[in-house]
């Protein structure tokens, strides 16, 4: 902010190719730009039971990774899709005391050596062809009702359940102007680059691996800087390096 940045709180709806650079319409307004950086994140699903929201970061929980160290020696859950559920249930089993893992399917599907790891782990419970109906506790989530392919209801005592059912990007306003992988990621390179020229990315919605807090602020520097330096070519400049190296005797040093 002491360099003149300006903070606009406002949602893009639209970004398109003008004639020098971009016009990028917003709920409330519009702005021009020469270069975009897009750093819009990824929102997980629900599973869409009806006091779901009650109990958030209170015993439902929508990342594994994130969130699994809480419930050391504690009675876990995971329901959810794929390679996800199947991580989920494995990375809780090292910490939890007991871990259910419930599947729709009969049995379990996806990568082989997760599905090997999880059929040896004797603090995995695998629940078949059942699903989640409820979910009810006090202040904190202290039970899930699960309801099996014949209608009958069980009632479980767990500490938490992790939701894994994948996420959603919202990129409908760009998506003519990036290339977007199969997963809905925008694909990108070094420097946070896109296919666009101009258009430059970072975080979430991108196709880096590791989600995590302290990968998408690096990732959003490198995506800055990258942008300015095309500013900076756009005007002739030289822009800053990538990579800095000093020669001292014979001896070379990146930093
Ligand atoms: C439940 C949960 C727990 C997590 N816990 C951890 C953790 O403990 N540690 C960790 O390292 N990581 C954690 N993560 C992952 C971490 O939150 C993400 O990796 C990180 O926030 C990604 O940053 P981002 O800038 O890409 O996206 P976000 O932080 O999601 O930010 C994107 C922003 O862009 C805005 N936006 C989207 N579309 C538009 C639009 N069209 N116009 C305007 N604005 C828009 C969104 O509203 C949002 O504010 C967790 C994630 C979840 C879902």
């Given at each position: 902010l002491s360099f003149k940045g300006e903070i606009v709180y406002d949602t893009i709806e639209k970004i398109d190719e003008s004639e020098d650079g971009f016009k990028i319409k917003t709920t409330r307004s519009e702005y021009a730009a020469k270069s975009v950086v897009l750093a819009p994140g990824k929102v997980p699903n629900m599973l869409?039971?009806?006091?779901?929201s009650d109990y958030f970061n209170k015993g439902i929980h929508y990342c594994t990774k994130c969130?699994?160290?809480?419930?050391?020696?504690r009675v876990t859950a995971s329901v959810g899709v794929g390679n996800y559920l199947l991580e989920s249930g494995l990375l809780l089993s090292r910490m939890a005391s007991k871990m259910y893992l419930i599947l729709r399917g009969g049995k379990l599907a996806g990568d082989k050596d997760l599905v090997a790891a999880i059929e040896n782990n004797k603090n995995i419970e695998i629940v078949t062809q059942s699903s989640v109906k409820a979910i009810s506790g006090n202040s904190v989530l202290q039970q899930i009702t699960i309801v099996d392919s014949s209608g009958a209801e069980k009632v479980l005592d767990v500490d938490a359940l992790f939701i894994e059912m994948g996420s959603k990007i919202n990129l409908d306003y760009v998506k003519h102007l990036v290339k977007i992988n199969t997963k809905g990621e925008i694909e990108i390179e070094s420097g946070g680059m896109t296919s666009h020229p101009a258009i430059f990315a970072a975080g979430d919605a991108t196709t880096i691996p590791y989600k995590q807090i302290i990968v998408a602020c690096g990732d959003g520097s490198n995506a800055g800087l990258s942008a300015f330096n095309y500013l900076e070519k756009l005007k002739g400049k030289p822009g800053v390096r990538a990579d800095w190296k000093k020669q001292i005797g014979g001896q070379v040093f990146h930093y």
């Open positions: 869409g039971l009806e006091n779901e969130d699994a160290p809480f419930y050391q020696g």
